[in-house]
């Protein structure tokens, strides 16, 4: 997906949380402001050292620990090839970078979408 | 609130818990880093560095530490005619001896009222104090000096030290961003070659050069232990003599800095206990 197709699809849900009524709406707000998650903040993290700490800020808290366990492994027995794993990860999670916008706008959609549901669910 | 309340928060509250993960992730990808720069990645690239670059460096280097020695600190040497003549006379034998290029080599004479000292610079030069000569009498003993300070600048530990301090500033201004690391940097580097503290890895090495040649050469190291607990005896003495210079009686005195060859070294004995060892092995071969 695009990123204008995410930037649209946002709008369709901003429209519908609009029409949500005043006390849902304010309760949506509520909850999304603490779920969703900053693209800059996002790119910071996959900057610092390449090693994964991305991941727990989107809550992949396996994936991270899997990466930043790979990473130390490499670095500590860099002599012995450990090198290899490092550029591993660089090769993985570095393009990550590039695509930080997209990747967060994606997560966050999908937060607005479970947070709409969720507050559609609530009696 | 207890610590255990902000602890059993931190773990349930699902965005405290994952920036309690990635604080912990890097501090400890931080703290590795930094270990294997520190032991292996700064050290390789500077001997690199080091061993590519052209000699005149080396040489002008050394040349401008010595002048600069020369107009602030050091005065001409005391010593007589003959027995500066005497000592190089020796030298050179030893450098022979040991197949070394003669040329690279020079010994030099200085006075030098901070006391005991004997330094390589990168240009090959030796500087020895009269402090130094006078305390130790037996030529074995000033010998095993010599080829310590010969093994620092076979090791090309003069520059390989300046470039470890000089990579480590650029790093750090990197990381923080900070420009005006690298300009200090520039003013350290017109320092380079008068840091006379070495690491204690470089110091057991020029020891082992040492040990290793006297062997060589002499079929013994223990002039070179001799050495080191004659210098030990003097650091003491002068120990003593500053705790009396400071004391209350003479407030206006502040202790002097005499003996810097010990004082920039690892501890005497676990020097001479590494001479031992190098000793036995290759009484063990």
Sequence with gaps: ?123 | MSIKHHVADLWHNPHKRNWLFIGLGALLVMLVVVYKAHTRWIPDIAEYIAQELPREIYQSVGDSTLESLDDEQFKPSTLSENKQNEIREKFGTMVVDLALDSTRYQLHFRDWEEGINAFALMNGAIVVTDALVQTLDESLQLNAVLLHEIGHINNNHLMENTLRVSIFYVTLSMIVGDISVVADLLVEASAMGLNFSFSREFELEADAYAAKSMLQLYNTADPAIKAFEALEIAHQADAQKQAEDTSPANPDKTPSEVYQWLSSHPPTRERIEHIQQIVEESQSK
């Design chain 1, 1 to 123: 997906m695009s990123l204008e197709d995410l930037t649209r699809e946002e709008e369709a849900l901003r429209d519908e949380i609009g029409d949500l009524p005043p006390n849902k709406r304010k309760r949506y707000y509520q909850l999304e402001k603490e779920a969703i998650r900053d693209p800059d903040t996002y790119a910071v993290l996959n900057y610092f050292f390449v090693c994964g700490l991305h991941h727990f800020y989107l809550g992949k808290t396996r994936y991270g620990l899997l990466n930043v366990f790979v990473m130390l492994v490499g670095l500590v027995f860099w002599e012995f090839y450990g090198f290899i794993l490092v550029i591993l990860v660089f090769a993985v999670e570095l393009p990550q970078l590039f695509r930080s916008q997209k990747i967060v706008q994606q997560y966050n959609l999908n937060v607005m979408r479970e947070t709409l549901e969720e507050v559609r669910g609530e009696h």
